[in-house]
């Protein structure tokens, strides 16, 4: 049975969703997964493509607030639920209070992971605004950073909860 606002047609889905805020209507093949969606079909390039097994991380978007891998996620289950990519944060002129610490830290080198990262962390952060450097090291386990960042990265995240606590952001 399909779910309300899901239409088939020849195998094919119409997904009504909400991404950052809008409410685009895509019609996709109905296995195509939610980063393919993302990447190819609304444009948002910010979540990346690394493993597509759910190993590395890169792919993280929230659904309705939790952080999802959005390379096997099939796109037809976000009909009706809440998206958010890095593009739904903050601008370049008016950066989200994670992405400013990033860039004070210096936390990322190639980058190809932070997308995802910074997603986890604004799950983290939006449940437990002063998380313990052991509860960010455990919400950000399953990600990987190839560069090796791993101490800024932790350290990027604790300055965005001291900004954002102290409302310096
Ligand atoms: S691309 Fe999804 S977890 Fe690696
Ligand atoms: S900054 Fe390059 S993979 Fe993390």
């Not at 449940?127 to 950000?140: D, F, G, H, Y």
Request: with cysteine; glycine share 10%; aromatic share 2%.
């Amino acid at each position: 049975m399909l779910s309300l606002g899901v239409a088939a047609r020849e195998g094919r889905l119409a997904i009504a969703f909400s991404v950052n805020g809008s409410a685009p209507s895509v019609d996709v093949p109905e296995t195509t997964s939610l980063l393919e969606t993302l990447r190819n079909h609304l444009g948002l390039m910010g979540t990346r493509y690394g493993c597509g097994l759910e190993q590395c991380g890169a792919c993280t978007v929230l659904v309705d607030g939790e952080p999802v891998f959005a390379c096997t996620r099939e796109a037809g289950t976000v009909t009706g639920r809440s998206v958010t990519t890095i593009e739904g944060l903050g601008t370049p002129d008016r950066p989200h209070p994670l992405q400013q610490a990033f860039l004070d830290e210096q936390a990322g080198q190639c980058g190809y992971c932070l997308s995802g990262i910074i997603l986890s962390a604004k799950a983290l952060l939006d449940q437990n605004p002063k998380p313990s450097r052991a509860q960010i090291v455990e919400a950000l386990d399953r990600h990987l950073c190839r560069c090796g960042t791993h101490q800024r990265i932790i350290r990027a995240v604790e300055r965005a909860a001291h900004t954002s606590r102290r409302g310096l952001a």
